[in-house]
């Protein structure tokens, strides 16, 4: 057996660098690690370290000047490494080149008498200066050849595992054109000394968390208009007026009563929508229900049921009202093109087993009774209805119809179809009873000092209403992933005080995490309670395991709909939501002792980012740096410039980092309602950008943006041609790592490790360019840092398309992307949970699956 020094862990770091500096700074940052960061840090509070650090080469360069950004990191990383991994020898190798590391690692690990855990913890690489190519394809060139010679070097007794997490390459040379995530973590090498000291001081530390101790932290015209064109149009005229919009993808058999519907919608006012793809169409028409309450009429060719993708089923969910109209073909054709109810399929099985109402339109001497049928589903009000018609009904103009209807009556013996009464008034109310109502009053007006409301979609009224109980009541307000901005930080101008971020299955806020837990642990049941107001409490709704829902938290849930009614909630008011707030708000009694602990346990809970990296100035950014910045500028514009702005939020990390970390002003769009379909909230931004007076702000990853057409064509050809106007400033922010984020931060936290070719999605960067189309400025700019100044003038640019590219670094840093990275050692409070499963073997987490 070997001593005791040789039972201890020995974490090896490979540096090849042919500079002094390069090696000297990163000597510098291990050094600080092993060693005390001076008498004054809290990192240091119970007595020095054992862990040593063992380096030849050149001496350690103090990274000066060394700001607080770096202390902050320093003990921040001290701090977990002092409780997880006290007693350790960190072994720094430099070299010119990976020949000569590879040797030395021969040396190290050949003493067959120790013991103790040899791991080849990271391997530091200087691009330029070492010769290794800046991008090599896949695993190979000389970046490649040079980690087999390290793999082969090492013992079979040494961990040694090349990841995004273990393996850094710095060079100087600019981002190329093609951007793709690669097998490693590449970063332009620092100006500034204490940056690449930082880098590495986090780099070491979140090896040591996420892969040494094994914590589990792991889609010929006719001469008069088609009875459709009348009926449907005449239909939603009476409901909506002008504000239901017309949205279309061409083709042949559709394309008369497209014609039709657009002159008449020209004449009443209507928004003509239009999009780069049948499934746009939907993405839009379910982003303006959800934002302004408009129906709408979708109209596309044959065979394009499916185009809709799961959007069809979250406009169903959305309870979203409008018509879809599908060509199809005549129940007796042959195997027709693009068909889809023949011998061979039906797509109205398909429409049933979603849920979702339909009729098939295949007889012109049925269809003003077939109308009806479809009038009176749109008012049940159970989402879309979808009319599958043959072209024979598509070319039926009312007058044909009415002699058809007449000729079927009069053989049949049935008595003329009549449209079904119109709505006058709002559908019949949802009042509250007594016995649901009474204790949830005892909650509000004498139960715990932690009330924590989560709020879906909210009318005006109901806005107010809730603003105003949750300010003389002490209750905490909370939007979600699906519904962002249904409450907000800003409102008219001003700071919610009441406000503390998003709660969701992803991208919870810290504040909303360190409000309902203590030590790592939820808060016991009797401490707080969760209302969810107007939601059916869907799985994106919260972090929270089922357990967890039905044991561990009091839960109140006020929906008008009783499918919606959750079997884990103790208090299930089936209601109105403004009937319930009404009531609420007339009954309302908090005593001032009571509202005052309340407000104070809102205030105890940090407004922070609740992490080192947003600190950090590195390239490309990290989302946390992005995003925290960018946050700063929209906080200026607002308070500053009343700015106000729409935000559209597409599935993936940077959608998700958005909504976490920037401040609203008001409802958004996010595609992670429903099924969460990548591409969604691109594919709706023409519909919201062509329809609002305010700025638009939309975040889409280079992963769903790879997945749908390019909008900006459409968008210019409805400001040029089709006379529509972008009033505010549209900023799309495309946020480029190269690979699917989401889907690579749950199988790297379950594997440990890199996640494989699978993830990686490949971008070819644009140049810069700026381009008018008459009113219209379009422009394309690639963000490599951000500027405030500049921002806070291009942001407010009117009548303005503003495309960025943003080339960013993976990471699975905070923003809420599972419960358990609350326990990742840089939070700003790091409870002793963090510790206890930092000593424990490695075990499999329970993390929801990403996309």
């Given at each position: 057996?070997?001593?005791?020094?040789?039972?201890?862990?020995?974490?090896?770091?490979?540096?090849?660098?042919?500079?002094?500096?390069?090696?000297?700074?990163?000597?510098?940052?291990?050094?600080?690690?092993?060693?005390?960061?001076?008498?004054?840090?809290?990192?240091?509070?119970?007595?020095?370290?054992?862990?040593?650090?063992?380096?030849?080469?050149?001496?350690?360069?103090?990274?000066?000047?060394?700001?607080?950004?770096?202390?902050?990191?320093?003990?921040?990383?001290?701090?977990?490494?002092?409780?997880?991994?006290?007693?350790?020898?960190?072994?720094?190798?430099?070299?010119?080149?990976?020949?000569?590391?590879?040797?030395?690692?021969?040396?190290?690990?050949?003493?067959?008498?120790?013991?103790?855990?040899?791991?080849?913890?990271?391997?530091?690489?200087?691009?330029?200066?070492?010769?290794?190519?800046?991008?090599?394809?896949?695993?190979?060139?000389?970046?490649?050849?040079?980690?087999?010679?390290?793999?082969?070097?090492?013992?079979?007794?040494?961990?040694?595992?090349?990841?995004?997490?273990?393996?850094?390459?710095?060079?100087?040379?600019?981002?190329?054109?093609?951007?793709?995530?690669?097998?490693?973590?590449?970063?332009?090498?620092?100006?500034?000394?204490?940056?690449?000291?930082?880098?590495?001081?986090?780099?070491?530390?979140?090896?040591?968390?996420?892969?040494?101790?094994?914590?589990?932290?792991?889609?010929?015209?006719?001469?008069?208009?088609?009875?459709?064109?009348?009926?449907?149009?005449?239909?939603?005229?009476?409901?909506?007026?002008?504000?239901?919009?017309?949205?279309?993808?061409?083709?042949?058999?559709?394309?008369?009563?497209?014609?039709?519907?657009?002159?008449?919608?020209?004449?009443?006012?209507?928004?003509?929508?239009?999009?780069?793809?049948?499934?746009?169409?939907?993405?839009?028409?379910?982003?303006?229900?959800?934002?302004?309450?408009?129906?709408?009429?979708?109209?596309?060719?044959?065979?394009?049921?499916?185009?809709?993708?799961?959007?069809?089923?979250?406009?169903?969910?959305?309870?979203?009202?409008?018509?879809?109209?599908?060509?199809?073909?005549?129940?007796?054709?042959?195997?027709?093109?693009?068909?889809?109810?023949?011998?061979?399929?039906?797509?109205?099985?398909?429409?049933?087993?979603?849920?979702?109402?339909?009729?098939?339109?295949?007889?012109?001497?049925?269809?003003?009774?077939?109308?009806?049928?479809?009038?009176?589903?749109?008012?049940?009000?159970?989402?879309?209805?979808?009319?599958?018609?043959?072209?024979?009904?598509?070319?039926?103009?009312?007058?044909?119809?009415?002699?058809?209807?007449?000729?079927?009556?009069?053989?049949?013996?049935?008595?003329?179809?009549?449209?079904?009464?119109?709505?006058?008034?709002?559908?019949?109310?949802?009042?509250?009873?007594?016995?649901?109502?009474?204790?949830?009053?005892?909650?509000?007006?004498?139960?715990?000092?932690?009330?924590?409301?989560?709020?879906?979609?909210?009318?005006?009224?109901?806005?107010?209403?809730?603003?105003?109980?949750?300010?003389?009541?002490?209750?905490?307000?909370?939007?979600?992933?699906?519904?962002?901005?249904?409450?907000?930080?800003?409102?008219?101008?001003?700071?919610?005080?009441?406000?503390?971020?998003?709660?969701?299955?992803?991208?919870?806020?810290?504040?909303?995490?360190?409000?309902?837990?203590?030590?790592?642990?939820?808060?016991?049941?009797?401490?707080?309670?969760?209302?969810?107001?107007?939601?059916?409490?869907?799985?994106?709704?919260?972090?929270?395991?089922?357990?967890?829902?039905?044991?561990?938290?009091?839960?109140?849930?006020?929906?008008?709909?009783?499918?919606?009614?959750?079997?884990?909630?103790?208090?299930?008011?089936?209601?109105?939501?403004?009937?319930?707030?009404?009531?609420?708000?007339?009954?309302?009694?908090?005593?001032?002792?009571?509202?005052?602990?309340?407000?104070?346990?809102?205030?105890?809970?940090?407004?922070?980012?609740?992490?080192?990296?947003?600190?950090?100035?590195?390239?490309?950014?990290?989302?946390?740096?992005?995003?925290?910045?960018?946050?700063?500028?929209?906080?200026?514009?607002?308070?500053?410039h009343g700015y106000t702005y729409t935000g559209v939020f597409d599935v993936g990390r940077g959608g998700l980092s958005a909504i976490r970390n920037l401040p609203r002003t008001g409802p958004g769009f996010s595609g992670w309602y429903g099924?969460?379909?990548?591409?969604?909230?691109?594919?709706?931004?023409?519909?919201?950008?062509?329809?609002?007076?305010?700025?638009?702000?939309?975040?889409?990853?280079?992963?769903?943006?790879?997945?749908?057409?390019?909008?900006?064509?459409?968008?210019?050809?409805?400001?040029?041609?089709?006379?529509?106007?972008?009033?505010?400033?549209?900023?799309?922010?495309?946020?480029?790592?190269?690979?699917?984020?989401?889907?690579?931060?749950?199988?790297?936290?379950?594997?440990?490790?890199?996640?494989?070719?699978?993830?990686?999605?490949?971008?070819?960067?644009?140049?810069?360019?700026?381009?008018?189309?008459?009113?219209?400025?379009?422009?394309?700019?690639?963000?490599?840092?951000?500027?405030?100044?500049?921002?806070?003038?291009?942001?407010?640019?009117?009548?303005?398309?503003?495309?960025?590219?943003?080339?960013?670094?993976?990471?699975?840093?905070?923003?809420?992307?599972?419960?358990?990275?609350?326990?990742?050692?840089?939070?700003?409070?790091?409870?002793?949970?963090?510790?206890?499963?930092?000593?424990?073997?490695?075990?499999?987490?329970?993390?929801?699956?990403?996309?």
């Open positions: 057996m070997g001593s005791d020094s040789d039972k201890r862990p020995r974490f090896l770091v490979v540096a090849v660098s042919g500079r002094a500096a390069f090696h000297g700074t990163i000597a510098a940052a291990l050094s600080d690690l092993a060693g005390r960061t001076g008498p004054a840090d809290p990192a240091d509070a119970a007595g020095p370290s054992v862990r040593e650090l063992v380096a030849a080469g050149p001496p350690a360069a103090s990274p000066e000047p060394a700001p607080d950004a770096y202390r902050h990191a320093l003990v921040r990383a001290r701090r977990f490494l002092d409780g997880a991994l006290p007693d350790a020898e960190i072994r720094l190798v430099s070299t010119e080149g990976f020949a000569d590391a590879a040797d030395e690692l021969r040396r190290l690990t050949a003493d067959e008498r120790r013991d103790g855990d040899d791991v080849l913890a990271l391997v530091l690489v200087d691009a330029g200066s070492a010769d290794v190519p800046a991008a090599p394809a896949g695993d190979g060139g000389g970046l490649g050849a040079g980690l087999a010679e390290l793999r082969e070097a090492s013992a079979a007794t040494v961990r040694c595992e090349f990841s995004p997490y273990t393996v850094f390459v710095y060079d100087e040379a600019p981002l190329g054109p093609a951007l793709l995530a690669h097998p490693y973590t590449r970063r332009q090498l620092p100006a500034l000394p204490w940056v690449l000291a930082a880098d590495v001081v986090c780099a070491f530390t979140d090896y040591v968390q996420l892969g040494y101790t094994g914590a589990p932290l792991r889609g010929a015209a006719a001469s008069t208009p088609a009875l459709l064109s009348d009926e449907l149009a005449g239909f939603l005229d009476e409901r909506a007026g002008s504000a239901w919009g017309l949205h279309y993808y061409t083709g042949s058999v559709v394309s008369g009563l497209i014609a039709d519907l657009e002159v008449r919608a020209a004449r009443g006012g209507n928004p003509v929508l239009r999009g780069p793809s049948e499934h746009s169409l939907a993405c839009g028409a379910l982003a303006r229900w959800q934002l302004d309450a408009a129906p709408f009429l979708i109209v596309v060719t044959s065979g394009m049921a499916d185009e809709f993708r799961g959007t069809l089923a979250n406009l169903r969910d959305a309870r979203a009202r409008g018509f879809i109209v599908c060509a199809d073909s005549p129940r007796d054709a042959w195997f027709p093109f693009q068909g889809t109810v023949h011998g061979a399929e039906d797509t109205r099985e398909v429409l049933r087993a979603r849920g979702v109402p339909f009729l098939y339109l295949d007889d012109p001497e049925q269809l003003t009774d077939r109308l009806s049928e479809a009038f009176t589903a749109y008012e049940a009000g159970r989402g879309p209805v979808v009319l599958l018609a043959t072209p024979e009904v598509l070319r039926t103009t009312a007058v044909a119809a009415r002699t058809a209807s007449a000729r079927h009556r009069a053989g049949s013996g049935a008595a003329p179809a009549s449209r079904p009464a119109r709505e006058t008034g709002p559908r019949a109310r949802l009042t509250v009873h007594e016995d649901a109502i009474a204790p949830v009053m005892e909650i509000v007006n004498h139960g715990p000092d932690r009330l924590l409301w989560q709020c879906g979609r909210l009318g005006t009224e109901e806005r107010d209403l809730v603003h105003d109980i949750a300010a003389r009541a002490g209750i905490a307000l909370a939007d979600s992933l699906t519904r962002p901005g249904s409450v907000a930080r800003y409102r008219d101008g001003g700071v919610v005080p009441e406000y503390l971020g998003t709660l969701g299955v992803y991208g919870y806020s810290d504040r909303i995490h360190d409000f309902l837990h203590h030590g790592g642990r939820l808060r016991p049941r009797d401490e707080q309670c969760l209302f969810f107001l107007k939601s059916r409490i869907a799985e994106a709704a919260t972090p929270f395991s089922p357990r967890a829902l039905a044991r561990s938290l009091r839960i109140v849930q006020v929906t008008r709909e009783e499918e919606h009614l959750a079997p884990f909630a103790d208090h299930r008011l089936r209601c109105d939501g403004v009937e319930f707030l009404r009531e609420l708000h007339r009954r309302l009694d908090v005593a001032e002792p009571l509202r005052s602990r309340r407000v104070r346990a809102i205030g105890e809970s940090r407004d922070s980012a609740s992490d080192i990296v947003h600190t950090l100035p590195l390239a490309p950014m990290s989302p946390n740096y992005f995003f925290d910045r960018l946050g700063s500028v929209l906080d200026t514009l607002i308070t500053t099924r969460a379909l990548m591409g969604d909230a691109l594919q709706a931004v023409p519909a919201v950008a062509l329809t609002r007076d305010a700025n638009v702000l939309a975040f889409v990853g280079d992963g769903a943006a790879a997945m749908v057409p390019d909008i900006v064509p459409t968008l210019v050809q409805e400001v040029t041609v089709n006379g529509h106007r972008i009033a505010g400033n549209l900023s799309i922010f495309r946020l480029i790592d190269g690979g699917h984020s989401v889907i690579r931060t749950y199988r790297e936290g379950r594997r440990g490790g890199e996640a494989g070719r699978q993830t990686q999605v490949l971008h070819l960067l644009e140049d810069e360019w700026e381009r008018t189309f008459g009113e219209l400025t379009v422009s394309h700019r690639h963000l490599t840092d951000v500027n405030p100044g500049e921002l806070v003038d291009r942001l407010r640019r009117p009548s303005t398309v503003d495309l960025y590219s943003v080339p960013m670094a993976h990471n699975n840093e905070g923003d809420g992307l599972s419960l358990l990275s609350s326990l990742g050692w840089q939070r700003d409070r790091l409870p002793e949970l963090t510790f206890d499963m930092a000593r424990r073997p490695a075990a499999p987490a329970r993390i929801r699956p990403g996309r």
